[in-house]
């Protein structure tokens, strides 16, 4: 039985022979549809790539994860490319350029990684008609935050965000359905760019020898305009006209033309076509916004690329925008997914999330949908390893950190219980470390956890910002509550181990009063907390925007002063800084939580002592985007 996943003739998902190292492949009645890969690796012990971070060195035991966390779209659903033109999901490929977000901004970026896999399909309708079928865990940008489209749990405490009925999406909503370029569409196409004034462009030139028969047609062939033009015809000779006469600069779509018939068929083919325009000196102008604009783009599909009049341009929020329903379709289908460069993008016009971490997968030529959640890698010889390493003369006891890439206390571990023997051999070696996880599992280690804190440096950590409920629900939509993690602290405090708080972030004008930070330092104190680092907000691309939007519906009043404290980027301004350490640092006295009490702590960023054994992330300087992930992740 050991062997028989490795047989000619074996399935798929029971056998990889090509995977290195691997020792057998097996499943469990524990995880349904989920194939463990036991490897012996050839190391275990591996040096972290860049710089700027307060360790050097992880561990990773398991590749792939049980957690389960899959986001994907059924293969049609269109995303925005580029070049402002839609592709279906499953079309897409390595290296092409498509839509992603930052700063609340359409930039582009490119596909790192592509894939499928099969889940449970639900429909979400949204009420201006978009409808997109994804599977459960799929995440949608939302006014309040990225939301999954069903309940489930991926944390510890409490479960985690997901689309309720008028919950409202971000994005400029469906797209058109792109022309089928039948043979009215061409007949008008090429009216509109011949009367027009037939560019040099070459996909024009290409798109008119293709409809024409393989020759240019002349202006005075085209001379009797058709007596009842279609819908088609409409789109075609649009298209045409804009190849010709249209500008997209600065994000307007206009035409213009000199002859008037022409400029008289544009507004009546727009008329016929319900595109918003206003008639203007010089031309016609499509109004309305970017989804108008959009729309209109899609709608006639242009032969010259217009990804000039998305990019840069600011995702709209809106409230055509509300889930009406999220309605299961009650089968399993074939879904796709993306990660960019960017985390995100645009499918059928709503900002929709990708996995970053799934890519890695394909390093063993795995593909990094379903087998990231089914075929997961099991380094079983991971502590004869790790001790091998710990014993060569070139170890300098440097901190390791794990969690940095898959959790090592994922469900797995509690089969194949790898982490308490990687504990032990880095505590036996002298190695400090610390662990970053969501996995209940930890809590089996702590009396390891305990004992290896005896003798080497052990980090562990949890962040929280502030003690108002109802604010921290609508900042901080499905985290767990502030109890919740005072009571984690007491938890890992009950086992002897020492346990660093991150109050962060701190909010300019919402949790920065004397009073409230006085409040919370004495909860964290009385919970047993063995430090604290107090960091300010950081508003890094991607949240910046969606924050400024919370900031301005739910204070208004303070929107001016965010503006200013962070009109240099994403780091508050240097005296803010200065005036919340000065505020600080007495009531980190006053709970003997400055470095002089009874506990060791970190304070203020620019303090050199901190949570992890090797010191705190730089005070002076911004954390890099790792290490901001991490706390995250805390």
């Not at 919370?550 to 208004?556: A, G, M, Q, T, Y």
């Not at 003997?592 to 506990?599: M, V």
């Not at 304070?603 to 730089?618: A, F, T």
Request: charged content about 20%.
């Amino acid at each position: 039985m050991r062997w028989d996943g490795q047989k000619d003739g074996a399935d798929r998902q029971q056998a990889l022979p090509g995977l290195p190292g691997l020792v057998r492949s097996v499943r469990t009645p524990d995880f349904a549809d989920v194939v463990f890969h036991e490897v012996n690796a050839k190391s275990v012990l591996n040096r972290v790539p860049g710089g700027g971070l307060p360790f050097g060195w992880t561990i990773n035991p398991y590749r792939g994860c049980t957690h389960g966390c899959t986001y994907c779209l059924t293969g049609d659903t269109p995303v925005l490319l580029a070049d402002g033109r839609t592709k279906p999901i499953a079309e897409l490929s390595l290296g092409e350029e498509v839509f992603g977000t930052s700063e609340g901004r359409f930039v582009v970026t490119r596909v790192q990684a592509h894939w499928k896999t099969a889940k449970p399909a639900y429909q979400l309708t949204l009420s201006d008609g978009t409808r997109v079928v994804a599977g459960g865990d799929h995440r949608f940008l939302t006014d309040e935050g990225w939301k999954h489209v069903t309940p489930g749990r991926c944390d510890d405490f409490e479960e985690r965000p997901f689309l309720v009925k008028g919950a409202q999406l971000v994005g400029t909503g469906r797209f058109a359905t792109p022309p089928a370029q039948d043979d009215e569409y061409r007949t008008g196409y090429l009216w509109g760019v011949v009367r027009g004034g037939l560019p040099s462009h070459p996909d024009v030139l290409a798109r008119v020898r293709e409809f024409a028969g393989g020759r240019l047609p002349r202006e005075n062939e085209l001379v009797e305009w058709p007596t009842t033009p279609g819908e088609e015809w409409s789109k075609g000779f649009l298209a045409g006209l804009f190849d010709a006469r249209g500008s997209s600069t600065g994000g307007q779509l206009v035409m213009s033309s000199s002859d008037s018939v022409v400029f008289e068929a544009a507004v009546l083919a727009l008329t016929r076509l319900r595109v918003s325009h206003v008639v203007e000196v010089r031309g016609v102008r499509i109004i309305g916004g970017l989804v108008e604009r959009l729309r209109f783009l899609h709608l006639v599909g242009p032969a010259i690329p217009r990804g000039n009049a998305v990019e840069g341009m600011a995702v709209p929020v809106t409230s055509r925008l509300s889930v009406v329903s999220v309605e299961s379709l009650g089968v399993t289908r074939t879904l796709y997914d993306i990660t960019t460069g960017t985390g995100d993008f645009v499918a059928n016009g709503l900002v929709s999330h990708n996995c970053f971490a799934r890519n890695t997968h394909t390093y063993l030529d795995l593909d990094a949908g379903r087998d990231f959640d089914t075929q997961v890698v099991v380094k079983v010889n991971a502590v004869e390893v790790l001790k091998a390493q710990l014993r060569s003369r070139k170890w300098q006891r440097e901190h390791v950190a794990m969690g940095t890439n898959t959790d090592p206390y994922q469900r797995a571990e509690g089969r194949y219980a790898l982490m308490p023997g990687i504990i032990r051999a880095l505590a036996d070696s002298g190695t400090p470390f610390s662990i970053l996880t969501k996995g209940t599992v930890l809590a089996r280690d702590l009396p390891l956890l305990a004992e290896a804190a005896s003798s080497v440096s052990v980090g562990i950590g949890v962040s929280l910002a502030l003690l108002d409920r109802e604010l921290q629900s609508g900042l901080e939509p499905g985290t767990p509550s502030p109890q919740a993690r005072l009571d984690l602290v007491r938890r890992i405090r009950d086992a002897g181990l020492p346990c660093g708080v991150f109050v962060a972030p701190v909010l300019p004008g919402l949790t920065d009063s004397e009073e409230q930070l006085d409040a919370l330092l004495a909860s964290i104190a009385s919970a047993g907390a063995t430090g604290v680092t107090v960091m300010p907000l950081h508003l890094r691309p991607g949240a910046r925007e969606w924050f400024a939007r919370w900031l301005v519906r739910e204070r208004p009043d303070l929107a001016d002063n965010y503006r200013k404290l962070y009109s240099r980027g994403s780091y508050v301004d240097t005296h803010y800084r200065r005036r919340l350490a000065a505020r600080v640092q007495p009531l980190l006295a006053r709970h003997s939580l400055d470095a002089h009490g009874k506990r060791e702590a970190a304070g203020i960023p620019g303090d050199e002592e901190g949570l992890w054994p090797e010191g705190s992330l730089p005070a002076s300087t911004p954390p890099t985007p790792v290490a901001q992930e991490q706390l995250t992740l805390l």
